[in-house]
């Protein structure tokens, strides 16, 4: 497998320290609003990364912190008159019923900044002690011109980085590129910690330096996040970490795009963010999640109703060929598999993956994905003239190990309630009897329990509306 490299600017084959084990992490929310689509982009395009290594056969070990603790936070909490970690809380339960809807595996630990500020604190007086860290009267501040491959990582000089960069302004800070490492307490903040520099809180970058070499060792395999955090928030992990370790901090720094609207970043300024939970009122989460990798990871991805809408067709044409070539199965004799038959499938399989380890080409993968469901609607034709039920099982099966294993498609259950089996029988009835008003009628009220009935010439196909 080969990806590309934010660090080394280039795709490279992906060998990890451990032959079967990857130790990944990547960023997560700050929790102070909804997750948004951008958020949906990076956190389903890192589960499928994940998903895919698990499906070469590596255990992958994915930590995904929660910022809770910051300025936002606290401007939001003092905004709604709450205490900050009832705003976080209410956020952070959003989050995973967001990340449930959208069927991305859970992280194997999702740590919080403030359950790690003593390992904080032990990591700044390291700094502290090393003399690339100093103390001013607003806070401890890393000092950038201590470590020499600063700008590494985002390809830019220092001089580059201050022009228009995401740079606190502070006027104690001896360069403007200096970041905090403890933001020492106003008089009005809710929340602080008790330090050997005075009262505080981690400033932003510090945190995900010390919980990710915390759970997964001094380097990392993989780091992810989306391109918005090179600059400042990688960058400087990459100085705190190794100028603490001596070591690598991370072997593959990997980035996805960012979504966009008419073609411009989403942006609170803009008014152009979508929540999740209000997509998923209009759309499946499949669609959106369907969506969301229809482009390559690392492109920019436009966002409209009108492409949610194409994909809504395409997750239909899915849960459709899985339903319909089940149904096929019912009706099918037992027998070998035509080996022409199998040698197609397992040629859309390869190029599968392929594409997969071609820098995670998703979007190329899908067209395989669409070749294995063509191929199934053509078999239809041949139902009466010898396939057997492998012949179906075994290209349904490729097809949902690598839209469900793979791209975590989660298909709607098959389990048919009780009522609507028996209205289903009871139109059958009116069916058989040719009497096409009442059948009219049990359909019509399927439909607004919230069924589908599809009439083909192997039987009474029931699916749930999507």
Same mark, same amino acid.
């Given at each position: 497998?080969?990806?590309?490299?934010?660090?080394?600017?280039?795709?490279?084959?992906?060998?990890?320290?451990?032959?079967?084990?990857?130790? $990944?992490?990547?960023?997560?929310?700050?929790?102070?609003?909804?997750?948004?689509?951008?958020?949906?982009?990076?956190?389903?395009?890192?589960?499928?990364?994940?998903?895919?290594?698990?499906?070469?056969?590596?255990?992958?070990?994915?930590?995904?912190?929660?910022?809770?603790?910051?300025?936002?936070? #606290?401007?939001?909490?003092?905004?709604?008159?709450?205490?900050?970690?009832?705003?976080?809380?209410?956020?952070?339960?959003?989050?995973?019923?967001?990340?449930?809807?959208?069927?991305?595996?859970?992280?194997?630990?999702?740590?919080? =900044?403030?359950?790690?500020?003593? &390992?904080?604190?032990?990591?700044?007086?390291?700094?502290?002690?090393?003399?690339?860290?100093?103390?001013?009267?607003?806070?401890?501040?890393?000092?950038?011109?201590?470590?020499?491959?600063?700008?590494?990582?985002?390809?830019?000089?220092?001089?580059?980085?201050?022009?228009?960069?995401?740079?606190? =302004?502070?006027? /104690?800070?001896?360069?403007?590129?200096?970041?905090?490492?403890?933001?020492?307490?106003?008089?009005?903040?809710? *929340?602080?910690?008790?330090?050997?520099?005075?009262?505080? +809180?981690?400033?932003?970058? %510090?945190?995900?330096?010390?919980?990710?070499?915390?759970?997964?060792?001094?380097?990392?395999? !993989?780091?992810?996040?989306?391109?918005? #955090?090179?600059?400042?928030?990688?960058?400087?992990?990459?100085?705190?970490?190794?100028?603490?370790?001596?070591?690598?901090?991370?072997?593959?720094?990997?980035?996805?795009?960012? *979504?966009?609207? @008419?073609?411009?970043?989403?942006?609170?300024?803009?008014?152009?963010?979508?929540?999740?939970?209000?997509?998923?009122? $209009?759309?499946?989460?499949?669609?959106?999640?369907?969506?969301?990798?229809?482009?390559?990871?690392?492109?920019?991805?436009?966002?409209?109703?009108?492409?949610?809408?194409?994909?809504?067709?395409?997750?239909? +044409?899915?849960?459709?060929?899985?339903?319909?070539?089940?149904?096929?199965?019912?009706?099918?004799?037992?027998?070998?598999?035509?080996?022409?038959?199998?040698?197609?499938?397992? @040629?859309?399989?390869?190029?599968?993956?392929?594409?997969?380890?071609? &820098?995670?080409? %998703?979007?190329?993968? #899908?067209?395989?994905?669409?070749? !294995? *469901?063509?191929?199934?609607?053509?078999?239809?034709?041949?139902? /009466?003239?010898?396939?057997?039920?492998?012949? !179906?099982?075994?290209?349904?099966?490729?097809?949902?190990?690598?839209?469900?294993?793979?791209?975590?498609?989660?298909?709607?259950?098959?389990? !048919?309630?009780?009522?609507?089996?028996?209205?289903?029988?009871?139109?059958?009835?009116?069916?058989? @009897?040719?009497?096409?008003?009442?059948?009219?009628?049990?359909?019509?009220?399927?439909?607004?329990?919230?069924?589908?009935?599809?009439?083909?010439?192997?039987?009474?196909?029931?699916?749930?509306?999507?």
């Amino acid at each position: 497998m080969k990806i590309y490299n934010t660090l080394s600017a280039t795709i490279e084959e992906f060998i990890p320290q451990q032959k079967d084990e990857v130790k $990944m992490y990547v960023c997560g929310i700050t929790p102070y609003d909804d997750t948004h689509l951008g958020h949906g982009r990076c956190y389903v395009v890192f589960d499928i990364f994940r998903r895919y290594l698990e499906y070469k056969g590596y255990n992958v070990n994915y930590i995904q912190n929660f910022t809770d603790i910051d300025d936002k936070i #606290l401007s939001k909490a003092k905004e709604v008159n709450k205490h900050p970690s009832e705003i976080t809380q209410y956020y952070i339960n959003s989050y995973f019923e967001v990340e449930k809807k959208l069927n991305i595996k859970p992280a194997k630990l999702y740590p919080k =900044v403030t359950e790690h500020i003593d &390992d904080i604190i032990i990591a700044i007086e390291k700094l502290v002690k090393k003399e690339v860290a100093y103390v001013t009267s607003t806070g401890v501040y890393f000092d950038v011109s201590k470590f020499s491959r600063y700008g590494q990582l985002s390809k830019k000089k220092v001089d580059e980085l201050i022009s228009g960069a995401r740079v606190e =302004v502070d006027e /104690t800070k001896k360069e403007p590129l200096d970041f905090a490492l403890w933001k020492f307490a106003k008089k009005d903040e809710p *929340v602080f910690w008790e330090s050997p520099w005075g009262r505080g +809180r981690p400033g932003w970058h %510090i945190e995900c330096s010390v919980m990710s070499m915390k759970y997964l060792g001094e380097t990392l395999d !993989i780091h992810g996040g989306g391109m918005d #955090l090179i600059f400042p928030h990688h960058e400087n992990e990459i100085a705190q970490s190794e100028s603490i370790t001596g070591k690598k901090f991370v072997n593959y720094w990997v980035h996805n795009g960012f *979504v966009t609207v @008419n073609k411009e970043k989403m942006s609170k300024s803009l008014k152009n963010i979508f929540a999740l939970k209000d997509l998923f009122t $209009m759309y499946d989460p499949m669609v959106i999640r369907l969506f969301l990798i229809s482009q390559h990871y690392r492109k920019p991805l436009d966002f409209s109703l009108q492409e949610l809408d194409q994909f809504k067709k395409v997750w239909e +044409r899915f849960v459709n060929v899985k339903e319909t070539a089940e149904l096929w199965i019912k009706n099918l004799k037992d027998g070998n598999i035509n080996i022409d038959l199998q040698k197609t499938v397992d @040629n859309f399989v390869k190029e599968f993956e392929n594409s997969m380890d071609d &820098d995670l080409n %998703i979007s190329s993968a #899908l067209a395989a994905l669409h070749g !294995i *469901v063509n191929h199934l609607y053509s078999l239809e034709k041949s139902l /009466t003239k010898g396939l057997t039920k492998k012949d !179906i099982e075994y290209p349904l099966n490729k097809f949902l190990t690598l839209s469900e294993y793979v791209l975590g498609l989660k298909f709607p259950y098959s389990d !048919i309630p009780q009522d609507i089996q028996d209205l289903v029988l009871k139109r059958d009835l009116a069916r058989k @009897n040719r009497d096409f008003a009442t059948a009219d009628e049990i359909r019509k009220q399927i439909l607004s329990l919230g069924w589908i009935v599809e009439d083909t010439p192997y039987g009474t196909k029931v699916r749930k509306k999507l």
